[in-house]
């Protein structure tokens, strides 16, 4: 009795299919202002370091490296039995420092006035920026949204009398007044304020999984919230509002907190000889 029980046991065993490996593919860029988009299996579940991320319906997953952000990273991707882990290094950027003394005291830091206003502002963008939903508008290239002179790059940083300011997390494309503004991926608009303190203008689309992007100074804005925005659709146009000196667009881009490099994203700017200044 025993012996039949083990040998049907023993049968049963040899019956069972062994795990399946789970296939893990990795594309983009592994350095500060950079993003990667991974595939896998639709069920799995994928940790950045200790943060588990978002997998679509099709096995897309992304996450993304801020300006400072230092590497290594861990990455897990689980299914039942079968787990695939990787380390993900991390290269480090110099980034230009520019030193400017002399300014009036109100163009280094704003008036007590207005810290409520900047505070609410901000809260706002921050509730944006933690938008993690489904679409997947993210994993296609990005275009320009639009054409000029670079004028100001990521990760850059004045320092304004002596003090250190936060550093630049776009791109400053300088166009003439009224140039039209496009999508660059595609996504559902989040935001779109007219009169920010700092963006003047401004326009957050989501582009999904946590992916946002931020065009700001627009002189006008052609979308409203909920709208979806195809890549190449016209959202607003160049102008200078907010704190700005002079028509451009700056653009950004998010992984929720982690600050992206557009120019990453996008690759050379087509068809313009663009000339970067610090």
Not at 71 to 81: A, E, N, R
Not at 226 to 232: A, L, S, W, Y
Request: charged share 20%.
């Amino acid at each position: 009795m025993y012996r039949l029980a083990g040998l049907l046991l023993f049968l049963t065993a040899c019956a069972l299919p062994a795990a399946a490996e789970l296939d893990v593919t990795l594309d983009g860029n592994p350095v500060q202002g950079g993003m990667m988009i991974g595939t896998t299996d639709p069920n799995a579940s994928v940790f950045v370091g200790d943060t588990q991320v978002r997998v679509s319906s099709d096995g897309v997953f992304v996450f993304g490296f801020g300006r400072d952000f230092e590497g290594p990273i861990s990455l897990k991707v689980t299914l039942g039995p079968s787990e695939v882990s990787r380390t993900v290094t991390v290269e480090k950027r110099d980034y230009q420092i520019q030193r400017i003394d002399g300014l009036p005291q109100k163009f280094v830091a704003p008036p007590k006035e207005v810290y409520e206003r900047i505070q609410r502002e901000n809260a706002e963008i921050a509730r944006v920026r933690a938008l993690d939903t489904e679409g997947e508008w993210f994993a296609k290239d990005f275009i320009w949204p639009t054409q000029g002179i670079i004028s100001g790059v990521f990760g850059s940083q004045r320092i304004l009398n002596g003090e250190p300011k936060r550093p630049h997390f776009g791109i400053d494309v300088a166009a003439p007044q009224g140039t039209p503004v496009l999508e660059a991926a595609g996504g559902i608009v989040a935001l779109a304020e007219p009169d920010l303190y700092y963006t003047g203008g401004t326009v957050m689309v989501d582009h999904g999984h946590g992916v946002t992007g931020v065009y700001s100074h627009l002189a006008s804005i052609d979308v409203e919230v909920g709208q979806i925005v195809q890549q190449g659709d016209k959202i607003g146009t160049v102008g200078s509002t907010g704190r700005s000196t002079g028509p451009h667009l700056d653009w950004r881009i998010n992984w929720f907190k982690e600050r992206l490099d557009p120019q990453l994203l996008a690759g050379p700017m087509p068809n313009v000889e663009a000339k970067a200044e610090n």
